[in-house]
């Protein structure tokens, strides 16, 4: 995520890129979003996902044009160094590398000519996979630099906070709920039994720790996903979420929802707010993305189906959900709606499929976060030619990774306060802040590599910088409004 430059990956279709992006966007947030939707109403809701879905859009296309401008800038310094050496080689050589210059210089010269006569328009081909850090480190200063690594950092340790949570808890009402069909009214308390004298609260903590003890280890090494892990956990998602979504429509087709959801309540839009920023993150991983994709012509109108897509699926999921179940009694992990409320699912079958499926796709997850937080680490506090002490690369630099969310999780398992803090905040970096300053700073750096009239084939649709700064005021009132809100609720209590 921090990386510099790597190979591009295997290539697939522009549809196959579809379908990633749309894996990617939707994940954990998506189940923390009905019970967002009910505290906040549903008319402030629809329409303040719809704007930040836009706002979302806007700000990936701001990345794909500063990864367009990254290629660009990269290819001219190749040229340049390759210049510099060969005007370098001229002026001192042997005997021997006269013989060996004279065969070559046939072959590198047209290669540079052409490379000069095709044009500005194929610099912009976004052909090698330069991740965020690696703009960052091209467009920023030394202070911005540091400043990404923070805000991606936080993000992360609110990921890997979010995903310890949601573990132990789906096994834990799976483990403790009632499922004689019996319990779909109920609202259980940390302190209700469990196991006899063990309450909720302390089956969750004996969860977190197995949860910690089997998946921690990890992140003291390197961890890889695979395609079929991929393939797998993308599967079970979709089964999940369409198996959810129909049930509750059929309940509120036989006239039998429970949902009254108010019309608008804004006391509940701040948590809403980074619930959403939160479901719609994909700007991070935008290079592994889209760099592999064979036929980037389209990629603009790629992301506006996705986006599409995806604000109708999040609409969709959220809406048969405040309409089928009281808002009272909705879950922060929507899927336990289903495991203990028999009038919903009567098979117990699928009853445990729903509650379980968060625990296989989030396990699955939470390494690779790691792994990822883990390097993040290392590149923000690394300096050229060095390297860290053994105990420091292979102890320290993990527990500073995997204590601080465990200690999180082992606190408080709200997950939609997680959820909107970490939106809220480094959300809001990294969606908005981040890429309209990559887009602003990378087209002042390349006006004088490229000339004024070169034209970025991947530039956004939002070109003017009026744009950039409406995104930048936009993510600073947000953070404002979000701060005060959360200052005045505490003084309130």
């Known amino acids: 995520m921090a990386g510099g430059i790597t190979e591009s990956g295997e290539p697939y279709s522009p549809f196959v890129g579809l379908v990633y992006m749309f894996n990617l966007i939707v994940g954990t947030g998506a189940l923390t979003m009905p019970k967002a939707f009910a505290t906040a109403g549903w008319v402030v809701s629809l329409s303040l996902i719809a704007f930040l879905g836009f706002m979302s859009y806007m700000t990936t296309t701001f990345v ?48 540079l000519s052409v490379q000069r006569s095709g044009g500005h328009a194929d ?40 995903y310890a949570a949601a573990v132990p808890i789906s096994l834990m009402e799976v483990a403790c709920g009632n499922h004689s069909c019996s319990a779909g009214s109920v609202k259980y308390n940390d302190t209700d039994p469990c196991w006899g004298s063990v309450s909720r609260k302390d089956a ?32 079970m998602r979709w089964i999940a979420f369409t198996m959810m979504i129909i049930l509750a429509l059929i309940r509120i087709g036989k006239g039998t929802g429970e949902g009254r959801p108010p019309v608008a309540s804004f006391s509940g839009v701040p948590n809403l707010f980074g619930v959403c920023v939160y479901s719609f993150m ?42 089928c179940f009281d808002s009272s009694l909705l879950h922060d992990m929507y899927t336990l709606n289903f495991t203990d409320n028999c009038n919903v699912l009567d098979i117990p ?23 990822t937080l883990r390097n993040n680490w290392k590149t923000l506090f690394h300096r050229d030619g060095g ?77 003017h910088a009026f744009w950039v700064w409406f995104v930048l005021a936009w993510a600073g009132s947000c953070l404002i409004f979000v701060t005060a809100n959360i200052i005045l609720t505490d003084t309130k209590t």
Not at 70 to 77: E, F, P, V
Not at 126 to 150: C, D, P, T, W
Not at 349 to 364: D, E, K, N, Q, W
Request: with cysteine; hydrophobic share 45%.
């Open 204 to 235: 969750y903590r004996v969860f977190l720790g197995i949860f910690t003890l089997l998946l921690g280890p990890f992140t003291f090494f390197n961890a890889q996903k695979t395609k079929y892990l991929q393939i797998l956990t993308s599967l």
């Open 123 to 162: 610099q912009f081909d976004i052909l090698e996979r330069v991740e965020m850090g690696q703009m960052a480190s091209m467009f920023f200063n030394k202070v911005g630099i540091n400043m990404f690594y923070i805000c991606i950092i936080v993000y992360l340790y609110g990921d890997l906070a979010i």
């Open 282 to 323: 994909c700007q991070h991983s935008l290079p592994s993305l889209v760099t592999p994709i064979s036929d980037k012509k389209r990629v603009g109108t790629l992301v506006l189906a996705d986006y599409t897509l995806i604000l109708g699926f999040y609409v969709l999921l959220s809406f048969t959900a405040i309409f």
């Open 349 to 371: 079958f699928l009853r445990y499929f729903l509650g379980l499926f968060p625990v296989f796709t989030i396990s699955t997850n939470f390494p690779i976060i790691a792994v």
């Open 64 to 111: 794909i044009e500063a990864m367009a401008a990254a290629n660009a800038q990269l290819r001219w310094k190749r040229r340049e160094r390759e210049e510099v050496h060969d005007s370098d080689s001229t002026s001192e050589y042997s005997d021997d590398d006269v013989m060996v210059r004279g065969r070559s210089e046939p072959e590198t010269k047209p290669i």
């Open 387 to 463: 390297t860290y002490p053994w105990v420091v690369d292979r102890v320290v630099f993990p527990l500073i990774t995997l204590v601080p969310p465990i200690v999180v999780a082992f606190c408080t398992h709200n997950l939609e306060s997680l959820v909107g803090i970490t939106g809220s905040y480094a959300g809001t970096g990294i969606q908005y802040i981040v890429p309209a300053c990559l887009v602003y700073l990378s087209r002042r750096h390349l006006e004088p590599v490229v000339g004024r009239d070169a034209i970025n084939k991947h530039q956004s649709p939002f070109r």
